[in-house]
């Protein structure tokens, strides 16, 4: 069931996910979309998620804004960053002098190489806010190398999550603390609780859809004068996923953009994306284990070790289950 309506406000909107947009150029959402898209939401019962480009708004589209609840998904860059909900770094250099506020969210998309570069550079910010993703953007071209890297960076990670758990405190990483409080799948959902609406007025599986020219079309699921029509419905939602919806690496964001870009099929992860999640996995269970030997931490929570990081390879025996 729809939830969320993530509403892009400009071609240049800032990306908060895996993607990046094709589009450079400024081009704000019409003002009768943006208020027909408001009503949609409305009717349907739906929480709206604004994401900003990096410049300036018209007051009229501020107040227009300010007329429903919502959340802001702000570019660091931005203006308005200081009214963000969500505040995202483009790029790790722009971390650089940047006033972290202690209460807020922080989304950092980086590829692999500065990941590995940086990681004791990022590990410093996790005691410095609410929460912090990591969004890794080039998940695809990972490599059997690149695997044993990642699991080094969790594991550097790891250790500064468990040693701020010991001392008392509560620190969100998503790459290490989601796991641990889940107890069930939390996907991303694109096209099952969250849709998105784009400059052009169209709706969208979600927003790297509407920059993929390729999947663009087949990707638009209607429009804010005919409303909904998403083809397949169904093939989004964790119960037709056959290897998805038995695995417990729940902090996976189950991409299907990623799914259709690397396999052609929304339905089935690439070898990259499962391993990655797995390496989280095994990370959380690592800080898990370490943790409780000196106090009562997440008893309801068990994470059993594995012996697999591609639930493809155990597949055979994961249908006796």
């Known amino acids: 069931m729809l939830q969320y309506l993530i509403i892009l406000l400009d071609d240049a909107s800032t990306s908060y996910c895996h993607y990046s947009p094709s589009q450079s150029q400024h081009q704000l959402i019409g003002l009768t979309d943006l208020k027909a898209g408001i009503r949609f939401a409305m009717k349907e019962n739906l929480m709206i998620q604004y994401v900003y480009p990096d410049c300036d708004l018209p007051q009229e589209y501020k107040d227009t804004i300010e007329t429903i609840d919502h959340s802001k998904i702000i570019p660091s860059n931005s203006p308005l960053v200081e009214e963000a909900d969500v505040v995202v770094f483009n790029d790790w250099k722009d971390t650089i002098g940047f006033s972290l506020d202690e209460s ?18 990022i590990k410093t910010f996790i005691d410095k806010v609410t929460r912090l993703n990591i969004v890794i953007t080039d998940v695809e071209r990972f490599t059997e190398d690149d695997f044993s890297k990642y699991k080094s960076v969790l594991d ?31 996907n991303c959902n694109a096209g099952s609780n969250n849709i998105t609406l784009a400059p052009d007025g169209g ?17 638009c699921v209607g429009d804010l004068k005919n409303g909904l029509a998403i083809k397949a419905a169904k093939l989004y939602k964790l119960e037709y996923a056959p290897l998805c919806r038995i695995c417990d690496a729940y902090q996976c964001k189950r991409c ?24 989280e996995r095994n990370a959380s269970r690592k800080v898990l284990e370490s943790v409780r030997k000196d106090k009562e931490f997440y008893p309801e929570q068990d994470i059993k070790e594995i012996d697999y990081l591609d639930p493809f390879d155990v597949r055979i025996d994961w249908h006796k289950i």
């Open 104 to 121: 807020a969210t922080y989304v950092l998309r980086i590829n692999k190489k500065d990941l590995f570069a940086q990681k004791d550079v």
């Open 156 to 186: 550097s990670f790891g250790e500064e999550t468990e040693k701020l758990y010991k001392a008392g405190l509560s620190p969100q990483l998503n790459l290490i603390t989601d796991r641990i409080a889940l107890t069930q799948m939390n």
């Open 203 to 219: 709706f969208y599986v979600c927003p790297a859809f509407y920059y993929s020219e390729e999947d663009k079309e087949t990707f």
């Open 256 to 279: 299907v953009w990623i799914n259709r870009k690397t396999t052609y099929d929304i339905t089935t992860p690439s070898h990259e994306q499962c391993v990655l999640a797995h390496l």
